[in-house]
């Protein structure tokens, strides 16, 4: 998994007026918290920010002041309509410790092309050592039928990974498509054919 060294620098002003200004300097306001350590306010640059956390469940070396902290990014707020990032918590994880995240799942091989494939849950949970986080699981759907499904315990996990996710939950599911034949409306013509003959009626009457 990916490992990133980001200098960051301390907090002196708080609040939304402070956080707005960092903004429009490049900065990112984010929280630095566990392990028994006093929550560390700080301030990271946006840009570089932004391409380490395109990398999931990447590890941060957030380095402040000399000290260097290794982090796992918890929660990101970001802008609703900008997509950028407003605010980050980081919390503290040491080399060895076991960490709960959740995983991304890729599906590879053919399956049923007459089904179509819904993904349910595009990521599971999982335990593993803070610095050997898979960046991604794969899942096969070879040979998947339509109407069937493949859950997280069908998804090979490394050794040293545990499934922290329900065994049963659904992660993809191959949806049978519909055969239903639309009903075309016809125009009875018994009504056509029952006007004819009062029309001819009408004509010899007159």
Known sequence: MAEISIKGVLRTEFGKGASRRARREGLVPAVIYGHGEKPAHINLPARELGVALKSSNVLLDIVVDGKTELTLPKSIV??????TIDHIDLVIVRRGEKVTVAVPVHTSGEHDRDGILEHVHHTIEVETE????????????TGLAAGNSLYAEDIKLPAGVT???DP???VVHLSE?????????????????????????EKKDA
């Open 163 to 165: 499934l922290i996710s």
């Open 177 to 201: 498509r519909s055969t239903a034949v639309e009903e075309v409306a016809v125009v009875a013509p018994a009504a056509d054919a029952a006007a004819a003959p009062a029309a001819d009626a």
């Open 130 to 141: 803070a610095t050997s986080i898979p960046s991604f699981f794969e899942l096969d759907l």
């Open 78 to 83: 970001r802008h609703p309509i900008k997509l």
């Open 168 to 170: 049963k939950m659904i």
